[in-house]
């Protein structure tokens, strides 16, 4: 019987316990639960964006009477400097994105008053692209913050890609290559339309886990742009987006520079050189590159009067490319400063823009800086190189096709032949010319 009361007494004072820790944990939790949201409504209240009044309005307007009216501030060529281009196409181009752009196009808010003109958006844009600055050094004077100026940036790259990346970042027309040939036949190299090399853009936020594929040399993460300029320092390829541990060569495996040739997409081309037929368009590079059919290296070490000649030839005409980097960069500082940006899709977006402006600005005052004229070359048939405009470039794409031209393109016996066959053309013309040179000096010394 006591046995059986102290049982029941165990029983009952265990079950007091249990709801007595029942009520202490919902109570502490329920405590724990106020005390978090308290908190967390503390913390949403102390981050409330603060807003700045920046008389968007005043800015606009002071924009407009320093540079577009009729009787502006600034002359044309401080704009011209500020702006990397003249103020016709920077109005040409703040038109189209203005009218095909949802972002750039100015709109009125809930309260009827306006927002950012489409001319402070692309300003701000096209500042941040020249000068490779921070987001926020155009708060000031075109009065949009931080954010704002950075939506515009990614909105302004996306529409110059998406408007005009098809007519400035296009393949060669036959028209086009018939005047890159041309040009290249007048300054000693028959066939030779462009030059091709790789720049190096510096990553400075590259993630973590990425800088070992990225980085080589000075042990900074880089990003390669593989492109092909011409004479007039247009950009005709451009291939970005290999990690900086890959060189030149490797770069190349990866590039589809070659690929219209390849799928015979590209314009049948006939040249000679030295009275000996080609049909395959080369370029210039640097030693690095294999020695492959469309490439034509310097020659490390000329020995004799010859080599010599073609190796300075050489090396001059191959600055083509190298020049088309310095001028981009020169022109966008984002370019050539290290690129602060986390997202490797958005960097591209940004490089790619940049060399579409490139071409624009190169359109736009190509007759400014020719130094040769091109009509000359155009209208008459007196040069050895044509482009084929009855070949037809809808080959069907088959496996034997495709690896037929590749081996055409690997061949270094081509590579040779061609070689050599420049070498005796360029020296030839070069004789050709003092001696052209020597008469008409006899003959002036006759007459004085």
């Known amino acids: 019987m006591a046995s059986s009361s102290h049982n029941l ?16 944990f919902d109570q502490t939790f329920k405590n724990f639960t106020i005390d978090y949201a308290n908190e967390e409504e503390e913390r949403k209240k102390r981050k409330k964006r603060v807003y700045i009044e920046r008389n968007r309005e005043e800015g ?36 189209r994105l203005s009218n095909e752009v949802h972002f750039i196009r100015q709109k009125k808010d809930s309260l009827g008053r306006l927002s950012l003109s489409p001319l402070q958006k692309c300003s701000a844009a096209i500042c941040l692209l020249a000068y490779g600055s921070a987001a926020d050094t155009v708060d000031e004077y075109l009065r949009l913050g931080e954010t704002t100026a950075r939506s515009c940036l990614e909105h302004f790259v996306e ?102 040739i390849i799928n015979g997409q590209a314009p049948q081309v006939t040249y ?6 080609y049909n395959l368009a080369y370029y210039l590079t640097d030693g690095i590159y294999p020695k492959l059919a469309t490439f034509i290296q310097s020659i490390p070490m000329p020995q004799g009067p010859k080599a010599v000649l073609f190796a300075q030839r050489q090396e001059a005409v191959r600055k083509d490319v ?22 490797k899709i958005k960097i591209g977006k940004i490089m790619r ?5 490139h071409n624009m600005i190169v359109e736009n005052e190509r007759d400014g800086y020719t130094l040769s004229d091109v009509s000359e070359f155009q ?61 008409l000096q006899f003959f002036f010394n006759i007459l004085v």
């Not at 044509?386 to 080959?395: E, G, M, P, Q, W």
């Not at 061949?411 to 061609?418: G, P």
Request: aromatic share 14%; hydrophobic share 35%.
């Open 159 to 260: 529409g110059i890609i998406n408007l005009f990346g098809d007519e400035y970042l296009r393949r060669p027309t036959p028209d086009d290559l018939q005047r890159l040939l041309d040009i290249g036949e007048h300054r000693g190299f028959p066939g030779m339309i462009v030059s091709i090399d790789c720049m190096h853009w510096e990553w400075k936020n590259c993630p973590t886990a990425w800088k070992g594929q990225y980085s080589r040399g000075s042990g900074k993460p880089t990003i390669v742009l593989e492109a092909v300029a011409s004479y007039d320092l247009w950009i005709w390829h451009a291939f970005f987006g290999p990690p900086g541990t890959l060189n030149d060569i490797n770069v190349l495996d990866r590039s589809p520079v070659f690929d219209d």
């Open 379 to 439: 209208g008459e048939d007196t040069g050895n190189s044509h482009v084929d405009l009855t070949y037809s470039t809808n080959i069907p794409t088959n496996i034997a096709n495709m690896m037929g031209v590749r081996t055409k393109i690997r061949d270094r016996q081509i590579h040779q032949q061609l070689k050599a066959d420049l070498v005796e053309h360029i020296y030839g013309v070069n004789l050709n010319v003092m001696k052209t040179t020597t008469e």
């Open 60 to 95: 606009d307007l002071r924009f407009w009477k320093d540079y577009f009216c009729n009787t502006p501030t600034y002359p044309q060529n401080l704009f011209r400097r500020r702006f990397r281009m003249n103020k016709p196409l920077f109005m040409h181009i703040v038109d």
């Open 353 to 357: 823009a940049c060399i579409i402006f």
């Open 9 to 24: 007494f165990e029983g009952s004072d265990d079950d007091t316990c249990d709801d007595y820790f029942d009520q202490y």
């Open 322 to 343: 190298e020049r088309a980097f310095g001028v981009l960069q020169a022109r966008f500082a984002i370019v050539k400063n290290p690129v602060l940006f986390w997202d």
């Open 272 to 277: 000679y050189v030295n009275g000996r037929e």
